[in-house]
């Protein structure tokens, strides 16, 4: 009984330790991308399309006055960065699937990784090329009368990262649970994507629709992610970007315990 319980004292990892292996695991993920940059350059085209033929027809569909007085582009860039953001690391499980598929997750687990670092160095693994990625679409923009204040943009950008982890973990836990049956992951991935994506007011000001959607966007914690983003790539910080540091610092909490459980159930 004594001996069990100092083999269980022994197995929980420290705060160097989930931060060492966090590394390990994240650079192990990065070395794909690295090898092939050109998906990563690639992966600008669709968020280039949105800003490019989405912006212009939002302006004239909607007007000026639903946009807080900013331009059409000041507000809706934001958007598609959190949009990049939330489909790279909500798609984190797709990639253990696959793991789970060759065989390759068993032997990740057979190391003294910790169980945590597997999910936060994955998650931060797709926060990483969105710095880049944010940076870029920020810098294209400028010529087209976007104003860039570089500070707030990457204070917004460490939130998303925060956020990310959290969707990540969730994302990883929906892929142990539905592990050889990538149609129920992709299912739930998809029918709560998209709604979540739609009342946070992304694509379109979600004060221009009807009651009850204003109602259902106060309980999407992507709303305040989202006005948190257009509040700091406007050059503030204010009671936006509080809400939205909270609501990201929640998502990863609550995704973090989820997936550990998860872990902890699948390697029992």
Not at 45 to 53: A, I
Not at 83 to 95: D, K, P, Q, V
Not at 96 to 114: C, K
Not at 137 to 159: A, E, M, R, W
Request: with cysteine; hydrophobic share 55%.
């Amino acid at each position: 009984m004594a001996s069990t319980r100092v083999e269980q004292a022994e197995q929980k990892p420290g705060l160097d330790r989930v931060l060492r292996d966090t590394w390990y695991v994240f650079w192990r993920e990065m070395l794909l991308p690295l090898r092939d940059p050109f998906s990563l350059v690639f992966s600008l085209l669709q968020p280039l399309v949105f800003l490019g033929l989405f912006g212009p027809l939002l302006g004239s569909a909607v007007g000026a006055p639903a946009f807080g007085g900013q331009s059409t582009l000041q507000w809706f860039l934001p958007g598609v960065v959190v949009m990049i953001a939330l489909f790279g690391t909500s798609m984190t499980g797709s990639n253990l699937q696959y793991e789970l598929m060759t065989g390759s997750y068993e032997r990740i687990l057979a190391t003294p990784l910790s169980r945590s670092s597997l999910m936060i160095g994955r998650a931060l693994k797709e926060w990483a090329p969105l710095v880049v990625q944010g940076l870029l679409i920020s810098v294209v923009c400028i010529p087209f009368g976007f104003v860039l204040h570089p500070l707030h943009v990457l204070f917004g950008l460490i939130i998303l990262g925060i956020f990310g982890i959290g969707l990540g973990a969730l994302s990883y836990s929906l892929a142990l649970v539905s592990q050889n049956k990538e149609w129920i992951f992709w299912g739930v991935q998809q029918t709560l994507l998209f709604p979540l994506m739609i009342l946070s007011g992304i694509m379109l000001p979600i004060e221009a629709g009807p009651e009850w959607m204003k109602v259902a966007s106060l309980f999407n914690p992507l709303t305040y992610l989202v006005n948190a983003e257009r509040e700091l790539f406007a050059g503030a910080v204010g009671v936006d970007t509080l809400y939205g540091l909270l609501a990201a610092v929640v998502t990863a909490a609550v995704g973090l315990v989820v997936g550990i459980r998860a872990i902890g159930r699948n390697t029992n």
